[in-house]
């Protein structure tokens, strides 16, 4: 079993968990020189990493802590990926080390999940009906007025796709795109799915 070098925790990223850490420990593990502040931020723009994507911000302005400039320190969460390929520019031992140790972090995780139920394709095909029940969804909304206001036989219909299925849709969306991270994201499958899933991802904030 793998020792703990440096703290891993679940956090939330891009709207979804991952597994994180701490740059300020993966700096004082790696030993590196450069004060915290200008490592992290220079190596930020040097590898163009994206806050919300590759690390997320957390800032304590206004609250003192211990030690010199404790009233505005910055903490960075990095995504493993991120962590990774930071431990690897050091270009030393201590970087191979962590490196490895997050790369067993990621299976001992991958180790805890349930089996998938579906395949890749399955996934990618039941998302893409997931769009276009939206779509369904979306014009039955439309038109259910201009129906009930003609008294059409057809309204009441219209109102059950429209209204009644809106909590089975969302929720059915949530398990989809949970199930779609755990689909190799450089595999051909998923690129060819990635507008479709971005389109269907941004759904989750417009309700």
Request: glycine share 4%; hydrophobic share 40%.
């Amino acid at each position: 079993m793998t020792s703990q070098l440096i703290p891993v925790f679940n956090g939330t990223i891009a709207n979804e968990t991952a597994l994180l850490c701490n740059a300020r420990d993966l700096h004082a593990f790696l030993g590196v020189k450069k004060v915290f502040a200008a490592w992290i931020t220079n190596r930020i723009s040097e590898y163009e990493f994206i806050e919300n994507q590759d690390y997320i911000l957390l800032s304590n302005l206004g609250k003192q802590t211990s030690g010199r400039g404790g009233h505005n320190r910055k903490d960075y969460h990095l995504t493993l990926d991120t962590a990774k390929e930071l431990a690897m520019v050091e270009h030393n031992e201590k970087g191979r080390q962590i490196r490895r140790y997050f790369i067993e972090c990621e299976k001992k995780l991958r180790s805890m999940q349930p089996a998938q139920q579906f395949t890749d394709e399955e996934i990618i095909l039941l998302c893409y009906m997931q769009v276009q029940m939206e779509k369904a969804q979306d014009i039955s909304k439309r038109l259910y007025p201009i129906l009930k206001e003609l008294n059409s036989s057809y309204a009441s219909k219209l109102y059950d796709i429209a209204f009644e299925t809106f909590y089975t849709v969302t929720k059915n969306r949530d398990a989809l795109l949970r199930e779609a991270t755990r689909i190799d994201q450089t595999s051909a499958i998923f690129e060819r799915a990635r507008p479709m899933l971005k389109s269907l991802r941004a759904r989750q904030f417009e309700f």
